[in-house]
């Protein structure tokens, strides 16, 4: 019987209803019977795979030593765990309380967590995937300490009253045993003692329990006779307390900043008082007091003096001073100063029971922004070097991309340039985290995320194997001359702070080519290359770009208004547009209006490039006539042309990087062709000067065209007017209408037609409404997804750094930005920006009948529009002539703004734009001439004049595709009605080809290529940041990743190939290891009763001794992870052999052992029988009276 599929019916059902909305232009053939497409509902699946980073707000921290894990908790309720370098783990409690305390079953593969919801878990650590086994949630007292002693089941509980209740983890069942606060401390004690914040046992006699309370009383408790051996008294709160491994004395931290030692045996008075950071009075007064000492642990060694580390304690006169981490070994003091606050520390030490000498070697150092591992056995105290990928917040990240399946020897080419940037000075020895086994994964394809970031510098990473690892750090910031004080910096700027920030980035892997746009208006082109160069003087080319506005307010085909368009040929000669290396003189006096003025200076000394990326040519974006750059919104770099092209809400300007020369400059409504039905004009209600719509080059002439004018100038506008009113408004609400939900936004909806029925620009608010206003954000916030997924959303954001309007602010305040509703904001939010670009191969027009080298561009509005490239032959002419550009009008029209474009051929194979092989520009000319031979051939010369491109178009709304050289619509889908799409990418996938998109209201979905076909639509990650929407980005073969906090990524995956081999894939964090054997008491000891005292706990805490526990005092919640528990405990034929393994070993020592002592009791049996008889021969003929 043939086996029934649900998932091939509902893919027929979405092909069926996909081609009712997707049909072909009449009398054009159906292009699905030419492509077969292979992509299935059944090759996607949706599925976290790997966080990295450091872990987001952390809260607390614990370590397991003899597995050699790692485990800390935030304050959102996440958990990660750290073994050796790419064992790396997350999971996440259910409620997102803060995790207050960790506790490890050391060596058994479980983890206790402690949350401030006052609830505790066990988490099992035995699979590749943690889960939680049990919880308990108390109800009537919350938890403020928790405690449990190594290879022990009982979990002692303190309270905020003050009790201490006690658990057993194997059950997570609470014991009748409950020690009050009010038998604890001495019947004559008038006040409550306070929180419980110390619970130990001491080291020597697990019978006693030493308690700490925060008002500074200490008691030792004797769980046997159930009462108090010691009660010690302190005036000042208590933060900590440490044992001596001996038993004898323990040491308290206070809030006054002084350390007390007592004697467990003499509790009137502590047997000294130091305050480590206070000043010692010349009269031998107390010092004077300090800040708290957080915490304080004490280890000792057999070799040399014992180990005090503390946190805190510093003096109140230090202000300013960073937190410090202090270390006092015998006679001397080492201050340890701090990047950041200090969260949490630990002492790693050579053994994990606490009775033996502890053998202190490390320190782990948990701060709010990093983790620090400090090298206790080494003079200076060094610190170890970090192999997990904790700097990816190092400076905020703006913008993230994602290359998978890169070209093999890329990662190596990175990492030999980036090893160089390493820092020295770091511990010789071996990162000490060293638990856990990397995954047995068969993916091994390339990876590599790079990062822009605030300060302006971007980083590589390599991310193959769901491992990540820094390659490479590049700086753009050094291109540019810094200012060393505030009075020095340049009142040009148009942002408040991080001028240097990275706005976007466009990258080619198989040439290097790196571009990248800032948000200081400039876009800088480096070249990748293995040899040191210094650069005398760095390429500058300065561009003027403005856009005027019209007085017309509809779209006139056949006006007088129309743009002349240049022809392939009409392109300005490189002698007329070469710019000069030095920034041109400019306008930016006080009493007129700056013009020509860049935002930022490049540097005008030598510049000194290590191998890596190295500066080809910087582009800058200058003021015109008072009006700062706009902020650029869409980059494109193609190695091939070697050309670079740039667009804002002004227009689109083309760069020829090798020739260093502006081959176009033109503004976004130039780009419509005379007879172009979707034509349309920036309109503006205020009164223009009679000039065309002109978008000039920075060459210096002084023609008289229209300026936009500053929201401050003094010009009339009608902003008060009841029409503007209305659409300022309708705006308003069509953009807040997309964070409510589909009936709230309906609602909306019918609002805004009611009141715009009887405004005269009805129509034209109707169309572009939301386009408009997503325009906005550009202005507002650093753009920083590629194709500017992020410029379409109007949320306030932590990156946002301007305290104004980018595009307005200036430093002397003379543009700040309208927060009313004028028309000035109406006009700049109401402009059609550049939102993508695509480099291909294809048919510019209609009547091509062969390919030739073009430009998609795509608009903000939704247009599509071709630009046809002219290309000189290769060699030296293309050095010397120049590149011809010609705008050929608009391809098509969809809903809301381009996001990405692609082109396919007539099989359905994705054709990727041409690329130059890389070559090294600095080494020698035979080296170049062998790299030249590698670059792929021109494309065919000629084709059939039929349709053989498809065009993939995909816009905020729809995606459409259309067959080209016709430029008929062969299918058309409308992705979101009630939402929008914040990313899409074209991908490579299963050997086929598909559109990914998120959308704004957390939906991922993909496309099947060329009919448009829906395979996947899951609710994933409703949009609750604006972090996701700039950094979210797909990836080919199924991957995808957002910055998921400001210091974690987020890897995902949409592939079901991935999904399934993701368990060997994930690295494993529980191994076989034995436990070591427990420190030698010694004859002596033995013989005398001075070792260990031992404690039978089962026989206190157990129901038959202590009874049962309130049943309203906590509730007991079975985890989901208790099957899987036992799966993934039993899971593994390598790992489950290796235990039995262990375990026989263990067995077969323990019968030799067993032997041993058997022989050796014979043998003193036998001892004793023999001087018993010699000494019953002896008497045996004697009287009593005789002996």
Known sequence: MKKFNIRKVLDGLTAASSSSSATAQPGTPRENDVVQETLQSEHFQLCKTVRHGFPYQPSSMAFDPVQKILAIGTQTGALRLFGRAGVECYCQHESNAAVIQLQFLINEGALVSA?????????????????????????????????????????????ERGNIHIVNVESFTLSGYVIMWNKAIELSTKTHPGPVVHISDNPMDEGKLLIGFESGIVVLWDLKCKKADYRYNYDEAIHSVAWHHEGKQFVCSHSDGTLTTWNVRTPAKPAQIITPHGKQPKDGKKPEPCKPILKVEYKTTRAGDPFMVLSGGLSYDTVGRRACLTVMHGKSTAVLEMDYPIVDFLTLCETPYPNDFQEPYAVVVLLEKDLVVIDLGQIGYPIFENPYPLTIHESPVTCCEYFADCPAELIPALYSVGCRQKRQGYSKKEWPISGGNWGQGTQSYPEIIITGHADGSIKFWDASALMLQVLYKLKTAKVFERARGKEEKPNTDIVDEDPFAIQTLSWCPESRMLCVAGVSAHVIVYRF????????????????????????DSPDPGGEQTPTLPTPGASSSPQESELPTQPSTGSNSSDGPRDNIPCLQVRSSPLKQSPGNQVELVIQLVWVSGEPPQQITSLAINSSYGLVVFGNSNGLAVVDYLQKTLLFNMGTSELYSPSDPYQRQPRSPRKAKPSGATCDSNDGSNASEDRCRSPTSGSTSPCNSDDDKKQNFIEKVKLKSRRFSKTVANDFAKMSRKISSSSEQKTDLEKGGFQRRRIQTCKKQLCCVKRTATARMNLKEDLCRTKSDPIFYARDNSFTRSRSSSVASIDRESREAISSFHFCESFPRKTDSLVSPCLLVGTTHGSVMMVALSLPPSGDQRLQQPVGIASCGT??????????????????TLLPPFFEQWYDPNASDEEKEKSRKRRPASPPS?????????????????AKVVALPSQTRIYKHSITETS??????????????????????????????????????????????MRIARTFCFSNLGQALYLTSPTEIQRITYSQETCDNLQEMLSELFTPVETPEAPNRGFFKGLFGGGAQSLDREDLFGETAAGKASRSLAQHIPGPGNMEGMKGAASGVVGELARARIALDERGQKLGELEERTAAMMASAESFSKHAHDMMLKYKDKKWYQL
């Open 529 to 552: 290359s293995k040899q040191e160069i210094t650069t005398e003087v760095v390429q500058l080319l300065e561009v003027r770009m403005q856009c005027e506005f019209s007085e017309v």
């Open 115 to 159: 949350l401030a919801d006052d609830s505790i878990h066990l988490w099992n650590l035995r699979q590749k995937i943690p889960a939680i086994l049990h919880s308990l949630k108390f109800n009537r007292e919350r938890i403020t300490y928790c405690h449990l002693p190594f290879q022990s089941k009982w979990l002692y509980i303190g309270t």
């Open 980 to 1025: 929008f799409v914040l990313r899409a990418d074209v991908v490579q996938m299963a050997g086929a080809n598909c559109i990914a998109c998120f959308c704004a209201n957390g939906h991922i979905m993909t496309l099947s290529l060329p009919s448009l076909r829906p395979l996947l639509d899951v609710n994933y990650l409703p949009l609750t940041d």
């Open 891 to 908: 391809l098509v029209k969809l809903k809301g703004g381009i996001l990405t474009m692609a082109l396919l051929d007539a099989t359905g």
């Open 942 to 958: 000629s084709q059939e004049s039929q349709d053989t491109h498809f065009a993939i178009l995909c816009s905020e709304k729809q």
